[in-house]
């Protein structure tokens, strides 16, 4: 094994992030060390569409690091790469938790932290041997899944390389560059998976090692990307004085605090002298019930003092807000926006409650029966999952988006600009074509809410027709007795099509006309069972047409086949093309 690429799904259109071109600092951690060891390591962060796919297939393993919104991206390329026989390992903060489910795609799957687990597993993959000794690994054993126990310990930040940033095969993708200090949190908010995935233990690496990082990026932009940079504020003081003994000279650098880092005078005066100017602040609501379900330990008073500082001293503020908790109205939502618009806030995240797996929210919301879908591209903050207490799913929806509207409209761009400068007034105006283009692309969820929330949580027949097979050709007399099977069903929303026998040329009209009377045309998700289909190379070619022009009206749409089955080979040349299309191997034996 000589050649790993590595790859981060990019998130899709219209998400909060979508204008981020800065990646995680996870993969290019790995494959620094992948590359000591000898390694030709190349590491992508694209729409699917856009990889190298013909570099791709030519590698020996590829990993995919995923979070909850791109899971399923990250299962599609997985997927694909399987049906060419690719390794393919998946890990990040999804698949830790959900290690079933990523495990359906891939050949193993590495939970929690990989940075003393990753390297361990490619030897041994290297090896021929499972991986049964390598803690947070889950794998395949003939055909089992077998999940090793996580590793008791954490991870010594300081035993980590600087990342090599040119590893990135497409070029460094960010304005910003993505600066690790710390992992962890001492905080622990309900709805943040930080905490379970990185834990409470707040570890920070060596001021000097640090300090080496930054001095290869003097005169550019950093980006902190601690989940809590001034957790220990003795210690964050103790880094920007280095940065002044050092003179390592940033052009700027943001980071993401809490509201009681402002209570700190000095460590206001070194972020301005820095070149600190603009601080994520994880506000959550001006709602003090709200903020006590949360668990954020902070007051109103608090989140308005702490904006008053930062302004004073110049630093920008990205206010994030999370709507939809159980003490939420449609009042608190139209407040919290009257607040953001009078405090001056200079940009805001209005993001919508999604229970992420693995963290107590989740837990709370599905031992309650309040999940409303388990679609994963849809917990992107974005999109109402749950069923809120106060207010129906459509009103959440609605008043969340109507905040984005409200605050970024072009009439409120140029409020701060002689407060904060011309920054503010940049990300507002970004602001307001991310809320236009997300207006446009997002029309489809208002119409299938409903059908979210009306479907049964048991399986519903709809559908099943038997249809003789035509005796056209040898092949067709051969499968005669196999006559065609077509069962279609409905479960929370979610359609299935199970085909069995042999499918030709006539009996694939019977198919079309049974998918067009039984499944809406604004089908969410479709998954199709075709492990006991046989058809012959012309008949596959009108499946793929079929699945093609299905791909048009399903939101996502999933094809199990039979593990081994050479005759999906055929659906290796499309499954790219068709969007949100995943090929699902059946592993069991």
């Known amino acids: 094994m000589k050649k790993i690429i590595l790859i981060e799904p990019k998130t899709k259109r219209g998400h909060v992030y979508s204008m981020v071109r800065m990646p995680r600092v996870g993969l290019p951690l790995l494959g620094t060390q992948l590359k ?3 390694y030709d390591v190349s590491i992508y962060t694209a729409p699917i569409t856009s990889l190298p796919w013909a570099k791709i297939l030519e590698a020996d393993l590829v990993g995919v690091s995923t979070t909850t919104s791109t899971s399923s991206e990250a299962y599609r390329i997985a997927g694909y790469l399987h049906s060419h026989n690719i390794p393919v390992v998946i890990g990040g903060i999804h698949a830790t938790f959900m290690p079933d489910e990523a495990l359906r795609y891939a050949d193993y799957v590495v939970r929690g932290e990989a940075d003393y687990t990753f390297t361990a597993l490619i030897r041994s993959i290297e090896e021929g041997n499972l991986p049964r000794d390598i803690p947070g690994v889950s794998f395949w054993d003939d055909g089992v899944p077998v999940h090793n126990p996580c590793q008791d310990y954490w991870v010594d930040v300081d035993d980590l390389p600087i990342p090599d940033l040119n590893l990135f095969a497409q070029g460094k993708p960010a304005r910003s560059i993505p600066v690790m200090t710390s992992r962890g949190c001492p905080y622990n908010c309900t709805f943040c998976s930080v905490t379970p995935m990185f834990g409470r233990g707040y570890r920070y690496r060596k001021t000097e090692k640090v300090l080496e990082e930054l001095s290869l990026y003097r005169g550019r932009n950093i980006f902190f990307c601690d989940d809590n940079f001034t957790a220990n504020p003795k210690r964050t003081k103790e880094l920007l004085q280095g940065l002044l003994d050092h003179k390592v000279g940033l052009k700027r650098w943001g980071a993401q ?7 700190d005078e000095e460590f206001l005066e070194l972020m301005r002298r820095t070149g600190g100017d603009i601080a994520y602040i994880g ?7 709200t903020l006590e379900a949360y668990n954020k330990k902070q007051s109103v008073e608090d989140i308005r003092e702490s904006i008053r500082r930062f302004h004073d001293y110049g630093v920008r503020i990205h206010g994030m807000f999370v709507f939809g908790s159980d003490s939420d109205t449609v009042e608190t939502i139209r407040d919290t926006v009257d607040f953001a618009l009078e405090a001056r806030i200079d940009s805001v995240q209005f993001l919508i409650l999604t229970p992420l797996p693995g963290t107590p929210l989740f837990e709370k919301l599905e031992s309650e029966g309040r999940l409303i879908t388990k679609d994963w591209e849809l917990y992107d903050g974005h999109h109402v999952v749950f069923q809120p207490a106060k207010m129906s799913v459509e009103q959440l929806q609605e008043e969340s988006f109507n905040a984005f509207r409200r605050f970024y409209s072009i009439k409120n761009i140029f409020q701060n600009t002689l407060l904060t400068g011309w920054g503010s007034s940049l990300y507002r105006g970004v602001g307001w074509l991310l809320v236009k283009r997300f207006e446009k692309q997002n029309r489809w969820y208002d119409q299938i809410l409903e059908r979210l929330q ?16 035509l005796k056209e050709g040898n092949l067709e007399q051969a499968a005669a007795a196999n006559h065609l099977k077509i069962y279609i069903s409905e479960n929370n929303g979610i359609f299935y099509l199970r085909l069995r026998g042999f499918l030709n040329r006539l009996t694939m009209k019977e198919v079309n006309r049974s998918i067009r009377e039984m499944v809406p ?13 046989s058809f012959s190379e012309k008949s596959a070619r009108s499946f793929t047409r079929f699945l093609e022009r299905l791909g048009k009206r399903v939101r996502r749409m999933q094809l199990i086949y039979r593990e081994g089955d050479v005759r999906q080979s055929f659906m290796k040349k499309y499954s790219l093309k068709i969007p949100r299309f995943e090929l699902l191997p059946n592993r069991d034996r």
């Not at 605090?257 to 209570?263: F, N, Y």
């Not at 045309?521 to 289909?533: D, M, W």
């Open 36 to 38: 000591a060891l000898g």
């Open 454 to 469: 009306s479907s049964s949580p048991r399986t519903v027949p709809l559908l099943y027709r038997r249809i003789q097979v």
């Open 257 to 263: 605090v809490r509201v009681e880092a402002t209570r």
């Open 521 to 533: 045309k604004s089908c969410f998700h479709l998954v199709i069972n075709a492990e006991g289909l």
């Open 283 to 289: 506000l959550e609501s001006i709602n003090p019930a």
